[in-house]
T-cell receptor
């Protein structure tokens, strides 16, 4: 039973356009959410996070939106750059617990020049 | 600031053998977590160590065990290796509720 789902295995966008990566979760106990980026042969790198008390968090070109009622979050990258090409993982956790994160399967983003 | 380092980078073992993977946490971080990433999957939580004690465990059998040392480095031990244990093993360190910082992983192949 997947608690965190990324239903799009891959996404291809043109340089300069917006990339939107989606993530759905099922566990109502999750109260913070993170996005990680992973290049081949490297470990995941933290990108941006959001707490359930907020519905939006922005950091430069990256914005994460959280819709608690729909149990859905999305990552927007504007403008997309070729260096953004990587696998993006959505992760969820419950603060106050053991910091166990539950990850989705990832979405491979390709930004074409 | 030194990041999370893992050794070895690659390892090939035979079914039934035992393996030890090592991790040095990022400077200043006192918590270490281990994740298994099978091919085509996201990382899956194995366990976490804080102050040398296990502080949470995922759905992994007891043949997966770990240690944390006073300098916050950590080991992951897997006994009686099975073919399905072939995966990328990721170590991550953190301080408090800071985001996890991952190492580059150890690629384990069990034949």
């Amino acid at each position: 039973d997947q608690q965190v789902k990324q239903n799009s295995p891959s996404l291809s966008v043109q340089e300069g356009r917006i990339s939107i990566l989606n993530c759905d979760y099922t566990n109502s106990m999750f109260d913070y959410f993170l996005w990680y980026k992973k290049y081949p042969a490297e470990g995941p790198t933290f990108l941006i996070s959001i707490s359930s008390i907020k519905d939006k968090n922005e950091d430069g070109r990256f914005t994460v939106f959280l819709n608690k009622s729909a149990k859905h979050l999305s990552l927007h990258i504007v403008p997309s750059q070729p260096g953004d090409s990587a696998v993006y993982f959505c992760a969820a956790g419950a603060q106050g617990g053991s910091e166990k994160l539950v990850f989705g399967k990832g979405t491979k983003l390709t930004v074409n020049p | 600031e030194t990041g999370v380092t893992q050794s070895p980078t690659h390892l090939i073992k035979t079914r039934g053998q035992q393996v030890t993977l090592r991790c040095s946490s990022q400077s200043g971080h006192n918590t270490v977590s281990w994740y298994q990433q099978a091919l085509g999957q996201g990382p899956q939580f194995i366990f976490q160590y804080y102050r040398e004690e296990e502080n949470g465990r995922g759905n992994f059998p007891p043949r997966f065990s770990g240690l944390q040392f006073p300098n916050y480095s950590s080991e992951l031990n897997v006994n009686a290796l099975e073919l399905d244990d072939s995966a990328l093993y990721l170590c991550a360190s953190s301080l408090g509720f800071s985001p996890l910082h991952f190492g580059n992983g150890t690629r384990l192949t069990v034949t």
